[in-house]
């Protein structure tokens, strides 16, 4: 949906994406940042590409879309999450929006501080993106650690996803995305798929359903590389619907989903399937739209 304001009440100059978080202060600064360098922002009438545009009062701003608000991180852990608990670990099903573990620099909102605050010592075994939701493990101190790090290194631990992309695209009914991924120079937090150098990644996939030019895919990735769904998909021309990081697309949020987990039988531990329910209108509400 389009929409335009005209800048008031500056004290001085300040620059385009500063305004308009100013001005939407619920819109995050990727989509700012994304809805800029993808031409949707005018000022006084003229499409402007920098971010650092000099902004005055009485300029005019009109947006050709409006990006979703930054998903709200929850401040206490619901028990709802919980997908199932045993002696040695708890799956849980991580809602979109809050970050796995805390960041480098100890800040935000977080998985593995909540959980730690509703059951004691945790470990988080491995990570989603924050805007990824889905089946995450958190084990309690013990031998589970052992096996499963003895399992992820093996790679004897089957991960599945589900994820909207759009369509048409450059993807087959099924297959297997096999590609080289390195840091994007530019961008620190982003990635890029090179042809030479960077770390392998793997990943099988197949459409599960297709409509209103959108696609299901459920995908199996044999490697754990940084953003590896994202820029894969987006590689191939199926950006996967709502990222903001690789996606042209902007929706209500990321619609990447953690969907399944199975870890292999071991003398000491059973094999053990975690699912995590989609989210409420994942796949259906973007075809009704």
């Known amino acids: 949906m389009k929409t335009s304001f005209t800048v008031a009440g ?45 902004i005055n009062n009485g300029d005019r701003l009109e947006i050709a879309e409006t990006p979703p608000p930054k998903p709200q991180a929850p401040d206490r852990f619901d028990d709802a999450w919980i997908i199932a608990e045993t002696p040695e670990l708890i799956a849980v099903n991580k809602p979109a929006g809050l970050l796995s573990e805390p960041t480098r620099w100890g800040k935000g909102v977080n998985l593995l501080d909540l959980a730690t605050a509703r059951f004691g010592s945790l470990v988080l075994f491995h990570r989603l993106d924050r805007d990824t939701s889905g089946v995450v493990l958190l084990t309690r101190p013990g031998p589970i650690n052992q096996y499963l790090d003895r399992a992820f ?6 991960k599945e996803y589900l994820a909207v992309v759009r369509a048409p695209n450059r993807l087959a009914a099924a297959g297997v995305i096999d590609t080289r991924l390195a840091p994007d120079p530019k961008r620190r937090d982003k990635m890029r798929v090179v042809g030479r150098g960077g770390q392998r990644a793997v990943t099988r996939y197949a459409v599960e359903a297709e409509a209103d030019g959108r696609q ?71 075809k009704d739209e």
């Not at 290194?153 to 089957?158: F, G, L, V, Y």
């Open 10 to 54: 500056l004290d001085k100059p300040t620059r385009l994406d500063r305004a308009l978080r100013n001005h939407f202060p619920q819109w995050g600064r990727q989509a700012v940042q994304r809805l800029i360098s993808g031409g949707k922002v005018m000022v006084n009438g003229r499409t402007v590409w920098l971010a650092s545009w000099e």
């Open 153 to 158: 290194k093996s790679r004897t631990i089957e």
């Open 216 to 286: 299901l895919l459920r995908l199996w990735p044999e490697t754990g590389r940084t953003h590896q769904l994202r820029i894969q998909l987006a590689h191939l021309g199926a950006p996967i619907l709502g990222d903001r990081l690789y996606g042209p697309l902007l929706g209500e949020r990321l619609l990447l989903h953690a969907y399944r987990i199975s870890l292999p039988g071991a003398e000491e531990f059973p094999a053990y399937t975690f699912i995590a329910p989609l989210p409420v209108s994942f796949w259906s509400s973007e």
